[in-house]
């Protein structure tokens, strides 16, 4: 018992109880995104005693991001930390029983089923539907359940997917094209629906870590908190021409590589993706001489005197900021970095 002390409240629901506090422990989760949503699950998910949490983030942490992303503070910004790493760091001495991979980079058609390997299920926490395209994609490939969660403004979404047995996310919604582009970076959040819609990904998977697949909510749960409205769409059959779950083609896994060039959440930031790996002392005295430059152990931030500024990762990435124009973006690379 004592082993399972910090555990004691959960465990006495009677749901739970001391064998689902074991299938948690023996439970690997990889959560995608460390914004908002992605704090939020992961907080829920190491204080429960998931076995192991693989966190995946392409981002440092901003002082815009405070407002919502539970597991930052301003000393994260100060020190501009990778969200993975600064994550990793508040979730450590949360539960130091739990096993945390943190990872700083771009999840993408190349990296995607390395990065669920020895993984139960897949947790989204992203910002955008070619990410969760690609993740309910490579889910039901590899017959792992994918828990959707998306939140902006008042408004968030949610569902379980589960291959085999349930629609996917591509049955409700059938491009990226089709949705209103609408972004927290474009029109804003609030942190409750936040809060709201990790709750019900972190319970849904509890509920079906544990086998409580009687209790599973199986429906597309919409919810606006500021304008009172909750809606449940049940799962009908999956759609017979589904490219994912029916004919299996899996078209986000399509495209080989990752495009090169991606604009990232409407926030005047560009990424570009040629090289293989940076090395970052390297290119800072490289830099420092045309450029202001900040080096810390994860990135390397550039301000260029054009006004923009170039975030270099280790991992081959360059982030552009201050332009949404991938035009403006390439050329101040090439001029930097050289292509
Ligand atoms: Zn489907």
Redesign the pocket.
């Known amino acids: 018992m004592s082993q399972y002390q910090r555990y004691s409240r959960q465990m006495l629901f009677s749901q739970i109880g001391e064998e689902g506090q074991k299938k948690f422990g023996d439970t690997s989760i990889l959560i995608v995104g460390m914004g908002a949503l992605g704090t939020a699950i992961a907080n829920h998910m190491v204080r429960a005693g998931i076995g192991k949490v693989r966190i995946v983030d392409r981002d440092y942490v901003e002082k815009s991001n405070l407002q919502r992303q539970m597991l930052f503070d301003e000393d994260d910004v100060e020190a501009t930390l990778p969200k993975a790493v600064a994550a990793k760091r508040k979730l450590e001495k949360m539960n130091s029983e739990v096993t945390i991979e943190a990872i700083t980079a771009d999840v993408n058609a190349s990296n995607i089923l390395e990065l669920m390997e020895e993984i139960d299920m897949v947790m989204d926490g992203t910002d955008n539907f070619s990410t969760r395209f690609l993740l309910n994609d490579a889910a ?1 490939k590899q017959g792992i359940p994918y828990v959707y969660g998306g939140a902006v403004s008042s408004r968030g979404m949610t569902a379980l997917f589960i291959p085999g047995e349930t ?5 409700f919604i059938q491009d990226a094209g089709g949705t209103t582009g609408e972004t927290c970076d474009t029109i804003g959040v609030i942190s409750p629906i936040v809060d709201i819609i990790a709750s019900y990904q972190v319970t849904e998977a509890m509920k079906y870590i544990v086998g409580a697949y009687e209790k599973l909510n199986r429906c597309l749960l919409t919810v606006d908190i500021w304008n009172n409205h909750t809606y449940s769409m049940k799962y009908s059959s ?2 017979t021409d ?5 004919k299996k083609e899996f078209p986000a896994l399509q495209h080989g590589a990752a495009s090169e060039v991606a604009s990232l959440c409407g926030r005047e930031t560009i990424q570009i993706n040629l090289e293989k790996a940076f090395d970052l002392k390297e290119w800072s005295l490289r830099l420092e001489k045309v450029a202001k430059v900040k080096k810390t152990p994860f990135l390397l931030k550039a301000e260029l005197e054009e006004g923009e500024r170039l975030v270099i990762f280790p991992d081959g990435r360059v982030l552009v900021q201050g332009t949404s124009d991938s035009g403006r973006a390439k050329a101040l690379y090439s001029r930097y970095i050289g292509m």
Do not use: D, I
């Not at 629609?167 to 049955?171: E, N, S, V």
């Not at 589904?242 to 029916?246: E, R, V």
């Open positions: 039901f629609p996917c996310l591509r049955c999956p759609k589904c490219p994912a779950c029916q």
